[in-house]
């Protein structure tokens, strides 16, 4: 992962490189418009304060913009914007390879320990249900016990 963090600032440099190429198409412009807004937006589909899943989705998000973009251009002006930033096709490819596999195995991982979590939260609300209802039984056994004594 250490590698792809130290490419972000040439993927910033290749983002601003590809908007200003005049042959992009619109749909291209705004694959890497709407990569740039989503990251910075405050509302996302993970939100930031969640460690590391709340960035990664944004560095994701970018990269598959970035990805998309570079691959439907064609061959020269692909060639030329990765070697002005100083990247590779391969680096690409496996930078994007390498985030899509970490989040995958990131939210994997928070959906297991969020359903054990759940499933213990579950057996802990159970058990102090039946204790709070033998506590009730043994109030009301309590009470019954004291007003027939009272009679």
Known sequence: MGPVLLRLPRYGK???SLSQEPTLTLTQRLTLAGAVVYTFSPVD???GVI???G???DLVLLLIA???TVYRCPGEVRRRHLKKVGLTLEEVEGDYRLLVSTARVLITG???LATEMGALRA???RRLGKTIGQGSLLGLGMMR???AGSR
């Open 51 to 53: 460690p590391l899943l």
């Open 123 to 125: 057996r802990e609300l």
């Open 110 to 112: 928070v959906t297991r």
């Open 14 to 16: 290749l983002l601003v």
């Open 66 to 68: 970035i990805r998309r």
């Open 45 to 47: 589909l993970i939100p």
């Open 145 to 147: 016990q004291a007003m």
């Open 55 to 57: 960035q990664l989705d």
